[in-house]
């Protein structure tokens, strides 16, 4: 087994050590029927990372979580006001550690898994997972029945992340976890920014990290070609500052040069 390969089975393998999860924001309105709210993580003792939950308000106001904290640390009356949970998602091998307790407390809502997300976590029922490099435009009603609202595609290339990204037609916004990165360094730890100045490309960018674990360069950018035909104007991303302007231009530059240079 080359190094590559042992480092994704790392990754993919890997269960980070919570210590604390910090009580969340209030939910901010990002757009019409787009909301956000953050909250921090801390691992392995010493680093307390930024994390951000999405909620998208359907047309038939049924709500649809992205990549949800812990429930008990969610500004939960403000989200069941806006509507019914509906829909869970955990978008990659990573952020899916609390859209289990979101379904225990939510029965009736749909739980969706990333690819290999199956195989990772066997004791979580997922209700629907997405296959290896789906598309909105190839899914159906019945499992995705807000594809008209949200559009998504799994950017395959790297099976350590198997991230699944999704755009919000409506209000234009592209949301995703890992698969870009826009943390400030200010007032961060001095562990955190030491980790972001090795490793964080630059702004609106994945980490050299998750670039190690890529494995088809010729599929990655298919992928990322595809999701760059979206006419996103901003993105709100698991990790740092929402990107409200020039959020094409910064997303170029940021992961998509990073993976194809």
Known sequence: MCIRDRYQRRVRDINFVLM???????????????FYADSSIKLFRYFNVPIRMSVVRLKNNDLWLH??????????????QLGQVKNLVAPNLHHH???????????????????GLLKK??????DITFPVGSQ????????????DEIDFIHVDGFPALSEVAFFHKTSKTLLLTDLAFNV??????????????????????????????????????????????W????????????????????FYKGTYSFFMN
Not at 97 to 115: D, N, R, T, V
Not at 121 to 126: L, R, Y
Not at 196 to 210: A, K
């Open 136 to 147: 909105g435009v190839t899914a159906n009603k019945e499992d995705f029945p807000w594809i």
């Open 67 to 80: 990549s949800p904290f812990h429930p008990a640390k969610s500004p939960l009356d403000e989200i069941t």
């Open 20 to 34: 604390s999860v910090t009580a969340g924001s209030k939910l901010v309105q990002h757009a019409p029927g787009v």
């Open 184 to 229: 400030k360094k200010d007032n961060l730890p001095l562990p955190l920014q030491l980790y972001l100045s090795l490793f964080l490309h630059r702004e609106v960018s994945m980490t050299y990290p998750f670039k190690l674990t890529s494995y088809n360069k010729k599929k990655l950018k298919d992928n990322l070609d595809q999701l760059m035909s």
């Open 97 to 115: 550690l609390w859209a289990p307790k979101w379904k225990s407390q939510f029965p009736e809502a749909k739980l969706y898994g990333a690819p």
């Open 231 to 250: 006419d996103f104007q901003s993105i709100i991303m698991a990790h740092g500052e929402v990107v409200t302007s020039d959020a094409k231009d910064k």
């Open 121 to 126: 976590k066997k004791d979580v029922q997922f």
